[in-house]
């Protein structure tokens, strides 16, 4: 799969894609992200990618000319599944949108910063818009790293035990069951009895059963769903 950001501030996401598993991800050829400065394509001598909000009010704006000319630009190389818009105001992200998201081959992120992008390549290009959380964050790259995280690890090969995302919380809409390593005792506090029975049967039960009672307990409305 690959993934291009258009990023205003693109040393914010030099980082997130250079550890653990998605640095795997990547050294196996199976996610390829590329970050992309907008300012390369900002207009004139100043390379300006903001302006002043039409109708006045405090912060500036994307300006559209830049957007299209780097979406074009990356347009021309493929075309893309998904045009993603990182924004408060977009579908809430979630593992359904995760799990559908990372069966795709190329998406296109746009991480928006400042008031916000102009409204006209939202109509023009973006095809889905999604927001990470009910809070506003100073602008869309963490957002595109967050998202492309939740992706890159459900990628077929990214996980050692190609199972194991299948377990993880909110996949069957219930949250993971408590884990436990070595010691078996800790401060007084011992691991279940039934992890170290060697009991398969019983270790899946317990583990249903935890997920279930964690999930009653802090998220009842997973359960109500569907
Ligand atoms: N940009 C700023 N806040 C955001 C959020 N919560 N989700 C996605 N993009 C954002």
């Known amino acids: 799969m690959r993934i291009d950001i258009i990023s205003a501030l693109p040393e914010l996401l030099e980082s997130p894609f250079r550890h653990s598993i998605l640095k795997r991800a990547h050294d196996k ?3 390829d992200v590329q970050v992309h400065d907008l300012r390369a394509f900002g207009l004139g001598r100043h390379k300006q990618i903001d302006d002043y909000q039409f109708g006045g ?50 998406l296109l992120l746009i991480a928006g910063h400042y008031k ?73 506090r011992r691991a279940p009895d039934v992890l170290l029975s060697g009991h398969a049967q019983a270790i899946e039960d317990w583990r249903l059963e935890q997920s279930l009672q964690r999930t009653r307990e802090r998220r ?4 109500e769903e569907e």
């Open 57 to 106: 009010g405090a912060g500036m704006v994307m300006m559209a000319e830049p957007l299209a000319a780097a979406i074009e630009s990356l347009q021309a190389a493929r075309s893309y599944d998904e045009i993603i818009f990182m924004t408060p105001d977009g579908v809430l992200l979630d593992q359904p949108l995760a799990n559908r998201l990372s069966l795709k081959k190329n």
């Open 116 to 188: 916000g992008i102009d409204e006209r390549i939202r109509d023009e290009f973006v095809t889905l818009e999604v927001s990470i959380g009910d809070y506003v964050l100073s602008g869309g790259e963490l957002p595109a790293a967050v998202l492309t995280d939740a992706i890159g690890r459900l990628l077929p090969g990214v996980l050692n035990d190609e199972t194991s995302a299948l377990f993880d919380s909110f996949q069957d809409n219930l949250l993971a069951p408590p884990v436990y390593t070595r010691p078996a005792e800790f401060r007084g």
């Open 29 to 31: 050829g199976l996610l």
């Open 220 to 223: 009842p409305d997973l359960l």
